[in-house]
């Protein structure tokens, strides 16, 4: 028996009724807490002027739980403090620069979820201005 389009779309429509749709591929957020997530995507949105970096950015997330803002703090803190030391060392001008704007975007928003109180975020702002 020889099925025509409109059968082969019915059968999938079908399928997807009663096995239900298929798997996402990827994922929807990159946090389920959607203050993290939300200040992820904050932050990628600067990654086409040059503020971030999506592979430093990943790889920071990877160390962080949503919740934690002192965790969050440190994980940011170290991809700017990396980030920073690759500006210093660097020759070239632009690539200089562009490592002093990603340790200027990283270490702003290590503090973002610090209490006002927190110590720590005079330190990152004085370094996110240093830096910037």
Known sequence: MVFGAGA????LIVLFIFIGR?????????????SYHYETLRLLGNEPYGGADTEEVLET?????AGDAQGYYE???ATAGRTLA?????????????????????FRVAEFFLPPSDPQRSIATKKNLSAF
């Open 8 to 11: 082969a779309t019915l059968c």
């Open 86 to 106: 690759l500006a210093e060392r660097t020759r070239d001008a632009q690539s200089k620069g562009g490592a002093y704007l990603r340790a200027h975007s990283y």
């Open 61 to 65: 997330i990877k160390h962080i739980r």
């Open 75 to 77: 994980a940011w803190s």
């Open 22 to 34: 298929p798997a996402a591929v990827g994922q929807s957020h990159f946090f389920k807490d959607q």
